[in-house]
């Protein structure tokens, strides 16, 4: 059971952790060209990064998402992924993350031998030139290399995309093909209002209830009441055998069962994505070694989650919900 119960008697199981705001991509959605990252004194060590997220532990999450930025860039982190690994079945049922691939070749069998089951991946388009294109440092078959390691080692792998209007909404077909084919479920995601991009999100955002229909004239989809833990909806795809799921922050409102809660490289925790109210737990984990202490902070934290989030993207220029862009929070 959970000690971390919100104001909304939500039970918050899953914390999910920025380990780095840097990135070996720059995405056109996610991040500015010449983003300024954060000094490297604010960041948590791996040690403190390990103290608190065991502290949450403690207190009753049960699964872990490491994220970024890019969390596989970030130096040492296979020896944060291997300490966390060892509070599997010790109060931890999962620790998973989530990346872009790029690294993948380098530690899938380290991640595996860690404990870690299934990742997350997040690949756009399987057109070279359009990943190019979109996470303007990115190549195409260095991730695809990554993944086909991931998959060799024993990971279950799930490919996360982006819908982008007029980007990539005419290969969702052909990716989900690929994706049965591997085996790997399929995840759209909405585009979301976070940070100053250098672009207007207006023109990019496709909502998903439009590429659902679209790709049932093709596949047989069945509604499941699969769950990873994660606010997706799920649909068995008879043709594949795998899962299709659609992330809806805009068109459905996926903050009811919201379970979550995001800590930053910086030891700041949001209770919510698409909110600003936070909490500063580094000044608490570098103020005592007292774990009590801490403990009691995320208890404070915890009962100011909000009700949910108020994203909108429906006015060009307007400017985003959130100013903090995706990579500081995790996604
Ligand atoms: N670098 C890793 C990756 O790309 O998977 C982990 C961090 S990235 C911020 C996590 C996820 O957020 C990715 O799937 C990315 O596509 C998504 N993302 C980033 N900015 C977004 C935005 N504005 N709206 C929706 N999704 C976004
Ligand atoms: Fe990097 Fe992930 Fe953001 Fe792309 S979405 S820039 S890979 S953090």
Redesign the pocket.
């Known amino acids: 059971m959970t000690d971390m119960i919100d104001p909304f008697g939500r039970a918050i199981t899953y914390l999910r952790i920025s380990v780095t705001d840097r990135?070996d991509f720059r995405?056109v959605?996610?991040m500015a060209e010449d983003m300024t990252f954060l000094p490297k004194a604010d960041l948590l060590s791996l040690e403190e990064l390990e103290r608190l997220a065991g502290a949450f532990v403690d207190l009753g999450v049960r699964k872990l998402r490491l994220?970024?930025?890019?969390?596989l860039v970030r130096r040492g982190v296979m020896a944060l992924i291997n300490r966390l690994g060892q509070r599997i079945g010790q109060g931890l049922d999962e620790l998973t993350l989530?990346?872009?691939g790029s690294q993948l070749g380098r530690f899938a069998d380290e991640l595996v031998a860690a404990g870690v089951k299934r990742v997350?991946v997040?690949i756009d388009t399987l057109d070279e030139e359009k990943f190019r294109t979109i996470t303007r440092w990115g190549r195409l078959p260095q991730v695809i290399d990554g993944v086909m390691a991931a998959k060799a080692a024993g990971l279950r792998v799930k490919v996360?995309a982006?819908a982008l209007k007029g980007v990539n909404e005419d290969e969702f077909d052909a990716m989900l093909d690929w994706c049965g084919r591997h085996g790997f479920d399929f995840c759209l995601?909405?585009?979301?209002p976070?940070g100053e991009v250098d672009q207007d999100r207006t023109d990019q955002y496709l909502p998903l209830s439009t590429v659902r229909q679209r790709l049932a004239a093709r596949w047989t989809l069945t509604p499941t009441d699969y769950v990873t833990g994660g606010p997706a909806r799920y649909f068995d795809v008879a043709e594949t055998g795998t899962r299709l799921g659609f992330i809806t922050p805009l068109t459905h409102n996926f903050c009811e069962g919201c379970n979550r809660v995001r800590l930053t490289c910086t030891g700041t925790l949001y209770m919510c994505l698409g909110q600003d109210d936070a909490a500063d737990l580094r000044a608490v984990l570098r103020g005592s070694d007292d774990d009590a202490v801490l403990r009691q902070a995320i208890l404070d934290a915890i009962a100011r989650k909000p009700k949910g989030h108020d994203f909108v993207i429906d006015r060009a220029g307007q400017a985003p919900a959130v100013a903090r862009h995706?990579?500081v929070t995790?996604?």
């Open positions: 990135c995405c959605y996610c994220t970024g930025g890019e969390p989530t990346t872009n997350n997040s996360n982006v995601i909405e585009t979301m976070l995706m990579s995790g996604g």
